[in-house]
């Protein structure tokens, strides 16, 4: 496990000074345009947190493809199918997926990165299998981009919670059958969840109000 954790550091480091020997290579072109200008380059760069979906290509948004294709860089999770980064001929690709013990770059690296190449002007996707804010830490690099005062947007994508039953032929909600969404808590952040945890009951799912602040008066659902 040591050794592979020791890895895991090395390819990060790795990625992360592959991609920064890339940016300064933007940077070096943009000083030379100022200097043939006579003056400062004015640039403004976008990032999108885009979802893949499932893995199908064929069930990416019509959008997630078009920044894809108009894609100057784009880092991408593990999980993402070969096919869908043909979208992003155009585009430098990084690898930024995280394994157990062996993560190619880490977190804060990766939103380090983000805001870098968009303040140099460079058209960024962030690409996640599913949806960015389902389980990829979409909100966490939002978050840094506002604070950095980056421009972005975000490409929801179809999450494997729903498409995986609906490929299968099952519905996630059924009138008279299925009132509720079962939630499932992940052992990783169980005490942070702790005191949402206590809402749940055994044997059953709670039903949660539309805007998701509660649920409806604790009402268990048999199963």
Same mark, same amino acid.
């Given at each position: 496990m040591r050794d592979s954790r020791r890895g895991g550091r090395r390819h990060a480091e790795t990625n992360l000074a592959r991609a920064s020997r890339e940016l300064a290579e933007v940077d070096r072109a943009a000083r030379a345009v100022a200097e043939r200008t006579g003056g400062l380059v004015a640039v403004t760069g976008h990032v999108s947190l885009v979802g893949a979906g499932p893995g199908d290509p064929g069930l990416l948004t019509r959008t997630a493809i078009a920044r894809l294709r108009a894609a100057d860089l784009v880092l991408?999770? /593990?999980? #993402?199918?070969?096919?869908?980064?043909?979208y992003a001929r155009r585009a430098q690709r990084f690898f930024v997926g995280k394994r157990a013990g062996r993560h190619a770059m880490t977190q804060a690296a #990766?939103?380090?990165?983000?805001?870098? /190449?968009a303040r140099r002007g460079r058209r960024v996707v962030r690409l996640k299998g599913g949806d960015p804010f389902v389980f990829g830490r979409g909100g966490e690099e939002a978050l840094a981009l506002q604070h950095a005062g980056v421009p972005y947007d975000v490409v &929801? @994508?179809?999450s494997s919670a729903i498409a995986a &039953? /609906?490929? /299968? @032929?099952? &519905?996630?909600?059924?009138? @008279?059958v299925a009132v509720g969404v079962p939630r499932r808590l992940r052992a990783r952040g169980a005490r942070r969840s702790r005191p949402r945890s206590r809402q749940l009951q055994p044997n059953g799912v709670t039903r949660r109000r539309a805007d998701g602040t509660g649920p409806l008066g604790g009402d268990r659902v048999p199963r």
């Open positions: 991408y999770d /593990a999980l #993402i199918d070969d096919r869908i980064l043909r #990766i939103q380090a990165l983000m805001i870098r /190449a &929801p @994508g179809i &039953p /609906a490929s /299968a @032929g099952i &519905p996630v909600t059924h009138r @008279g």
